[in-house]
T-cell receptor, first 111, second 112 residues
Framework: SQQGEEDPQALSIQEGENATMNCSYKTSINNLQWYRQNSGRGLVHLIL?????REKHSGRLRVTLDTSKKSSSLLITASRAADTASYFC???????????FGTGTRLTIIP | DAGVTQSPTHLIKTRGQQVTLRCSPK?????VSWYQQALGQGPQFIFQYYEEEERQRGNFPDRFSGHQFPNYSSELNVNALLLGDSALYLC???????????FGQGTRLTVV
């Protein structure tokens, strides 16, 4: 069963614009993590937000977490061509350490 | 720090054969997890190793087995390969379950 469900499935924007991706999850989490994956390669960890945090920033990334709605969002500001990738959210449950991923959001930045 | 390293990067096997994939975790990490990622899908959890024991397992048949060594490196073994086992196999390591997991570049397995 999926824990993270990303939305939209695909997103195309012009370079320089902001990109927002959403993630919904089913059960209580201890933390939620966002990853980036370039085509056919390994996942790169972007940011981890804990269940007692509401917002976190890292460079051009901004992540929010709403535990009451079981949702999170990832905002990438001032997008670049190098941001073209698939983005996944995943989180371990309390007592269940595995990361469960959705199918991801495919982000395309148009130069 | 070399991060998480996996070998080999690509592999082609015939149906019915057996395969072993290897993973060296990031320095300081003692927990290793394996994931299978089919084309266009998200990674699916196979199992997790900690202190040389399988701590948790996903919904994969017994043909998938693993091992963790005293130096925390790990192997994933798949027996009796099926065409459907063709996928990207990812290894991830972490210090514990409540911290970031770091992934290797994966092993692309093709079963023909």
């Amino acid at each position: 069963s999926q824990q993270g469900e990303e939305d939209p499935q695909a997103l195309s924007i012009q370079e320089g614009e902001n990109a927002t991706m959403n993630c919904s999850y089913k059960t209580s989490i201890n933390n939620l993590q966002w990853y980036r994956q370039n085509s056919g390669r390994g996942l790169v960890h972007l940011i981890l937000i804990r269940s007692n945090e509401r917002e976190k920033h890292s460079g051009r990334l901004r992540v929010t977490l709403d535990t009451s709605k079981k949702s999170s969002s990832l905002l990438i500001t001032a997008s670049r061509a190098a941001d073209t990738a698939s983005y996944f959210c995943a989180g371990p449950n309390f007592g269940n350490e595995k990361l469960t991923f959705g199918t991801g959001t495919r982000l395309t930045i148009i130069p | 720090d070399a991060g998480v390293t996996q070998s080999p990067t690509h592999l082609i096997k015939t149906r019915g054969q057996q395969v072993t994939l290897r993973c060296s975790p990031k320095s300081g990490h003692d927990t290793v997890s394996w994931y299978q990622q089919a084309l266009g899908q998200g990674p699916q959890f196979i199992f997790q190793y900690y202190e040389e024991e399988e701590r948790q397992r996903g919904n994969f048949p017994d043909r998938f087995s693993g091992h963790q060594f005293p130096n925390y490196s790990s192997e994933l073994n798949v027996n009796a390969l099926l065409l459907g086992d063709s996928a990207l196999y990812l290894c991830a390591s972490s210090r514990d379950w409540n911290t970031e997991a770091f992934f290797g570049q994966g092993t692309r397995l093709t079963v023909v």
